[in-house]
């Protein structure tokens, strides 16, 4: 296989070792891959997790001299201690790799070989990552439309709600960086157009890294490798690409396949590539699309009493004379958007998210939260069109709640349509 500039004996020996260093620190950081995606070799990826979860559990303890214990955590943040320090271990792992690559590599000549399924390993692991979050926009599971954000004040939002806000507003964005990200991906998958793919992920991927960095978005890390993968795939077209826009130079094309003395291990290897890839994208479409019933927009007529609600009575007791004015607890405003969770709002202004189960069939609503998942409240409901009313036991105590459903459609940013002629600006 030739590689012009990246590859072989064209690069000084430390050029060779950055380029080996990338492939193994990749390498390692993408692994178990594709594992995960069958479910014939899920106690594979899932040993692995498990002895990574040791390894850097016990370098936290002994090395970093952490005094809590370091475990993977399923919250959204790719930014804890247990993941830098993971990604510590990858580096001290990839650099004795390397090391001993490049010794061995000086005394063989399948420098390229390696260098070339490893390429391919990246590609195809990027791919599909470019693939997932295209169509999480797409098909709004990512950033869905902001109900949870219209009782929110600014100085009430943190950064990346803000961010998510944004998002979520517009399906039209959504839409066109999604296409972009899923482009990427898809010309990542054929050899043809994986330049033109590498050159499109490094664009989405940069914006997407000054984002959340701008935002303080917790996938910091996980988006800065995607971009160094991005990167090291287009290593190889470095000089070609350099040469055809800013030395008017003609480029001649590049052979992309090892050189293979054996005739199966070429349609072997597409067939391996084509299931492992196919499997992988429905698994992922999949996924997706059950994200969307869930936490996406799809999830929004799936909701029972889908709706914002204002506080209007907060009783005691039944009650009318005792309403909870000086109680931090009464609430203030409801937000019922996903199924199985509201947002409560309380009148000292804090908000939490709580489990809210519905019976429609019973007119009954458990309600709990993760703090005190023990602790459950039981209330029935009726409603009307316009108003939603609770009856039942709240934190041991017994209470009547009548709720005013707000008309979202009237809320500026949902009511406000786009415009082609605006004589004056609509900035409110």
Same mark, same amino acid.
């Given at each position: 296989?030739?590689?012009?500039?990246?590859?072989?004996?064209?690069?000084?020996?430390?050029?060779?070792?950055?380029?080996?260093?990338?492939?193994?620190?990749?390498?390692?950081?993408?692994?178990?891959?594709?594992?995960?995606?069958?479910?014939?070799?899920?106690?594979?990826?899932?040993?692995?997790?498990?002895?990574?979860?040791?390894?850097?559990?016990?370098?936290?303890?002994?090395?970093?001299?952490?005094?809590? @214990?370091?475990?993977?955590?399923?919250?959204?943040?790719?930014?804890?201690?247990?993941?830098?320090?993971?990604?510590?271990?990858?580096?001290?792992?990839?650099?004795?790799?390397?090391?001993?690559?490049?010794?061995?590599?000086?005394?063989?000549?399948?420098?390229?070989?390696?260098?070339?399924?490893?390429?391919?390993?990246?590609?195809?692991?990027?791919?599909?990552?470019?693939?997932?979050?295209?169509?999480?926009?797409?098909?709004?599971?990512?950033?869905?439309? @902001?109900?949870?954000?219209?009782?929110?004040?600014?100085? =009430?939002?943190?950064?990346?709600?803000?961010?998510?806000? +944004?998002?979520?507003?517009?399906?039209?964005?959504?839409?066109?960086?999604?296409?972009?990200? *899923?482009?990427?991906?898809?010309?990542?998958?054929?050899?043809?157009?994986?330049?033109?793919?590498?050159?499109?992920?490094?664009?989405?991927?940069?914006?997407?890294?000054?984002?959340?960095?701008?935002?303080?978005?917790?996938?910091?890390?996980?988006?800065?490798?995607?971009?160094?993968?991005?990167?090291?795939?287009?290593?190889? =077209?470095?000089?070609?690409?350099?040469?055809?826009?800013?030395?008017?130079?003609?480029?001649?094309?590049?052979?992309?396949?090892?050189?293979?003395?054996?005739?199966?291990?070429?349609?072997?290897?597409?067939?391996?590539?084509?299931?492992?890839?196919?499997?992988?994208?429905?698994?992922?479409?999949?996924?997706?699309?059950?994200?969307?019933?869930?936490?996406?927009?799809?999830?929004?007529?799936?909701? @029972?009493?889908?709706?914002?609600?204002?506080?209007?009575?907060?009783?005691?007791?039944?009650?009318?004379?005792?309403?909870?004015?000086?109680?931090?607890?009464?609430?203030?405003?409801?937000?019922?958007? +996903? @199924?199985?969770?509201?947002?409560?709002?309380?009148?000292?202004?804090?908000?939490?998210?709580?489990?809210?189960?519905?019976?429609?069939?019973?007119?009954?609503?458990?309600?709990?939260?993760?703090?005190?998942?023990?602790?459950?409240?039981?209330?029935?409901?009726?409603?009307?069109?316009?108003?939603?009313?609770?009856?039942?036991?709240?934190?041991?105590?017994?209470?009547?709640? *009548?709720?005013?459903?707000?008309?979202?459609?009237?809320?500026?940013?949902?009511?406000?349509?786009?415009?082609?002629?605006?004589?004056?600006?609509?900035?409110?």
């Amino acid at each position: 296989m030739q590689i012009e500039s990246t590859a072989g004996n064209t690069l000084t020996n430390t050029k060779k070792f950055v380029v080996q260093f990338l492939a193994v620190y990749l390498t390692v950081y993408i692994f178990p891959f594709p594992f995960e995606y069958f479910q014939f070799t899920h106690f594979l990826s899932d040993g692995y997790y498990k002895l990574l979860g040791y390894i850097i559990s016990f370098a936290g303890e002994h090395i970093f001299k952490i005094s809590f @214990p370091l475990v993977a955590t399923n919250n959204g943040s790719g930014d804890t201690l247990y993941n830098y320090t993971g990604f510590f271990l990858f580096v001290v792992v990839a650099f004795i790799i390397t090391i001993a690559w490049s010794i061995t590599s000086n005394k063989r000549n399948n420098y390229n070989t390696i260098l070339y399924y490893i390429n391919f390993y990246v590609c195809s692991y990027l791919a599909l990552m470019m693939i997932r979050y295209g169509l999480e926009k797409i098909i709004k599971v990512q950033f869905p439309f @902001p109900y949870y954000s219209l009782n929110e004040t600014y100085k =009430d939002s943190s950064p990346m709600r803000l961010l998510w806000t +944004f998002m979520g507003y517009s399906k039209a964005f959504n839409l066109f960086t999604g296409v972009i990200e *899923s482009a990427a991906g898809f010309f990542l998958l054929f050899k043809k157009t994986k330049t033109f793919g590498s050159l499109l992920s490094i664009a989405a991927l940069t914006n997407i890294v000054v984002i959340n960095f701008s935002y303080d978005v917790p996938v910091k890390l996980f988006a800065v490798n995607l971009l160094v993968m991005a990167f090291f795939i287009f290593l190889p =077209d470095a000089k070609r690409v350099s040469n055809f826009f800013f030395r008017n130079k003609a480029v001649s094309a590049v052979h992309m396949q090892p050189n293979v003395t054996k005739r199966w291990i070429k349609p072997t290897f597409n067939i391996i590539k084509f299931v492992v890839m196919v499997t992988a994208i429905y698994v992922t479409v999949m996924q997706i699309w059950h994200k969307y019933n869930t936490s996406g927009d799809g999830a929004f007529n799936k909701t @029972p009493l889908f709706g914002i609600y204002s506080v209007e009575k907060f009783l005691n007791k039944n009650d009318t004379s005792k309403v909870f004015l000086n109680n931090a607890m009464q609430w203030n405003t409801v937000s019922l958007i +996903f @199924p199985r969770q509201a947002l409560i709002k309380t009148i000292d202004g804090k908000m939490k998210i709580y489990h809210f189960y519905t019976d429609t069939i019973t007119k009954t609503i458990t309600l709990y939260s993760d703090a005190d998942s023990t602790n459950k409240s039981l209330l029935s409901y009726s409603q009307n069109s316009a108003a939603l009313n609770l009856i039942g036991i709240l934190s041991n105590d017994s209470v009547y709640i *009548s709720l005013k459903k707000q008309d979202i459609n009237q809320f500026p940013l949902i009511k406000r349509k786009f415009h082609w002629i605006s004589e004056t600006p609509y900035n409110k």
